[in-house]
């Protein structure tokens, strides 16, 4: 596969191409790019895939929602619904995406928004809001964030800078000047502050950025309606692992340092899950002679699992036990609190002169 993709190199150089011209007429501004007078914060990356921009989302709602009235915007990836929508307790991730409802379901209290166009969004959004959160906007030049935070993803950082269909990245590496704050995410828990050097000369982050490393900080399991389980996985626990996200590298990892016993369900990136694909899960799992077995998906999957037709295949199937593996993002060395402030300063100073 990889060597396949090495013939796509001529249309990485179009792509590439095409990236860099677009870029230049907003640099120029020949395209517009649009600025607000309330904070805009925007979360991205540079490559498809995660990077973790859920949970660091997350992180800053958590931050702020207690002080600030708070909307996230996402272009709702993966919904079968167009335009401006605003999610309420009832919406689904079918009609807008995974991580929206995501945000919704942990943050009831909170606006959770997508639109394709994130300029009219913020429009929609601003009168009654004191900052927007725009969730993978990096790309999406009409708007240009007050505050822009870029992820680069730890396990890939020594990867070759290629452009799509050739590689992963969806824009050029110089593309991060852009940037304020970078942060290098999933991050292994124990990288100390000598082996953070070599990890920043790979970025090369420019004089005005500031540079953080995070890992991922798995939680105690949950029920699928939110409630802590209770149920430890040990040495002789079967773990059927049921993932449709961009890299589940790090949470097989992780899991693996509790019993090797995993069977991985694996499917692509904000897989729709069908009846099919459960009543396989079910199948497997009641064939499976492990005494102690267990059912576990990540907060994203859980979403797409939500609706009637899922709970009534795991009751069809014994009552199968799902568990969530809710995670949070951690800063390393105890640098939280330097981008606490650094998030907080920026919003005190653009909403004082309203």
């Known amino acids: ?8 190199l001529p249309f990485s150089l179009l792509y590439g191409l095409v990236v860099i011209i677009r870029n230049w007429c907003y640099d ?9 007078n309330k904070p805009v914060i925007s979360i991205g990356n540079l490559d498809v895939g995660g990077a973790g921009k859920s949970p660091m989302t997350e992180y800053l709602i958590r931050l702020l929602k ?3 009235k708070v909307a996230t915007l996402s272009r709702g990836y993966g919904r079968n619904t167009t335009g401006f929508l605003s999610a309420t307790a009832t919406t689904t991730a079918t009609q ?10 942990k943050f009831p209290d909170i606006t959770v928004a997508v639109c394709e166009k994130r300029v009219e969004g913020i429009k929609k959004l601003l009168p009654d809001h004191d900052l927007i959160l725009l969730d993978d906007a990096y790309q999406h030049r009409a708007v240009e964030p007050g505050l822009s935070i870029l992820l680069f993803d730890y396990n890939r950082l020594n990867e070759p800078h290629l452009l799509l269909p050739t590689g992963n990245m969806r824009e050029p590496f110089s593309g991060r000047w852009r940037a304020q704050i970078i942060i290098v995410t999933k991050c292994p828990a124990t990288l100390n502050e000598d082996e953070q050097p070599a990890l920043a000369q790979i970025i090369e982050a420019l004089p005005y950025q500031k540079l953080f490393f995070t890992a991922i900080n798995y939680q105690p399991l949950q029920d699928l309606d939110g409630r802590l389980s209770g149920t430890v996985i040990d040495n002789d626990t079967t773990v059927f692992l049921l993932t449709g996200i961009a890299n589940a590298g790090p949470l097989l990892g992780y899991l693996s340092g509790f019993t090797p016993r995993i069977i991985h369900h ?11 694909n459960i009543t396989k899960l079910a199948a497997d799992f009641n064939a499976c002679p492990s005494q102690k077995k267990i059912i576990i998906t990540t907060e994203k999957d859980a979403q797409r699992l939500e609706g009637s037709w899922f ?3 795991l009751q069809a199937n014994g009552s199968l036990p799902v568990f969530v ?4 993002v951690e800063f390393l060395n105890g640098s939280g609190e330097q981008f606490d402030r650094l998030i907080i300063e920026y919003v005190r100073e653009h909403t004082a002169h309203h």
Do not use: C, V
Not at 266 to 276: G, I, M, Q, V, W
Not at 325 to 328: E, L, Q
């Open 1 to 8: 596969m990889k060597y396949l993709r090495w013939l796509l």
């Open 96 to 105: 807008i995406g995974d991580e929206p409802a995501q945000f919704k379901y």
């Open 66 to 68: 207690d002080k600030y």
């Open 325 to 328: 593996i809710p995670i949070r």
């Open 311 to 313: 709970k009534t295949a």
């Open 266 to 276: 694996n499917y692509p990136d904000h897989h729709s899950f069908t009846l099919k």
């Open 28 to 36: 120029s501004g020949l395209f517009k790019s649009h600025k607000f």
